[in-house]
């Protein structure tokens, strides 16, 4: 009779045990699922940050090639200037202005002026009633004034 009981109770225990694990198994597997969704939505937040990144990168290498360009420009525009100093050192003249004067003035003369840039928007105009130039509101031409 006691090994009865002992065949009874192993059984019921592998019962027990069968139903726990299928429990287990169950949730882990969820947890696994969930595991892995999370790190493919990690994945993927990091490579539109990857992809940001290199974007703004790019446009920051563009930026500085354009002002590298510019300032390689003005480094020969100076180098050109002394090469003119020196020809015109060797021809004697009188000088207007003076020696420093002279320069200054040569210096202006041959710097670059900006390009103007166009805005698509007016500024905003900051009177009280937003009279003056910068109101935005187009004035009509009339067809009057045209003979």
Request: charged fraction near 25%; glycine fraction near 4%; include cysteine.
């Amino acid at each position: 009779m006691d090994w009865l009981i002992g065949v009874l109770l192993l059984i019921v225990g592998a019962v027990i045990g069968f139903f726990v694990a299928k429990f287990w198994l169950k949730d882990a597997g969820q947890a696994n699922a969930n595991a892995r969704k999370q790190v493919e939505n990690i994945r993927e937040v990091l490579n539109q940050q990857a992809q940001s990144h290199l974007s703004e990168t790019r446009q920051l290498v563009d930026y500085i090639q354009q002002h590298c360009d510019s300032l390689n420009e003005r480094m020969d525009a100076y180098e050109q200037l002394f090469e003119q100093q020196d020809n015109e050192s060797t021809q004697a003249r009188l000088d207007y202005f003076g020696e420093q004067a002279s320069l200054l003035l040569r210096n202006k003369q041959s710097s670059q002026r900006r390009q103007p840039t166009k805005t698509e928007s007016q500024p905003r105009d900051f009177s009280a009633e937003s009279s003056g130039l910068f109101s935005g509101v187009k004035q009509k031409k009339s067809d009057e004034m045209q003979p």
